[in-house]
């Protein structure tokens, strides 16, 4: 099976910076996608970005120019930069990875959310 561990959420205000890291371990073979969601209260979920095995990206156009998607594939670590932010961005903040495990079973893992919360 597969385990995220999530870090770096907090309360910052408008216009700080903050950084996410979702890190997989487990039985893993090869990562294909890893992805940020996030839902804020009161609304439902909703993809921020995303990164493929070859390093493109897609992002949510609220957050394009202030986000930043990375990956480290030596550590099966996904990374969220987070700059110039605004209390819209307030959410629990989740990690995606999408890949395929030893024995060739696909696997589809959810972290377990940060919360984020920017103050104005």
């Known amino acids: 099976q597969v385990q995220l561990v999530l870090s770096g959420g907090g309360l910052v205000q408008a216009g700080e910076s903050l950084r996410l890291s979702c890190a997989a371990s487990?039985?893993?073979?090869?990562?294909?996608?890893m992805a940020w969601y996030r839902r804020a209260p009161g609304k439902q979920r909703e993809l921020v970005t995303a990164?493929?095995?070859?390093?493109?990206?897609n992002y949510a156009d609220s957050v394009k120019g202030r986000f930043t998607i990375s990956r480290d594939n030596a550590k099966n670590t996904v990374y969220l930069q987070m700059n110039s932010l605004k209390p819209e961005d307030t959410a629990v903040y989740y990690c995606?990875?999408?890949?395929?495990?030893?024995?060739?079973?696909?696997?589809?893992?959810w972290g377990q959310g940060t919360q984020v919360t920017v103050s104005s």
């Open positions: 487990g039985s893993i073979l090869r990562i294909s996608t």
């Open positions: 990164i493929t095995s070859g390093g493109s990206t």
């Open positions: 995606r990875v999408e890949g395929i495990l030893y024995g060739s079973r696909s696997f589809d893992s």
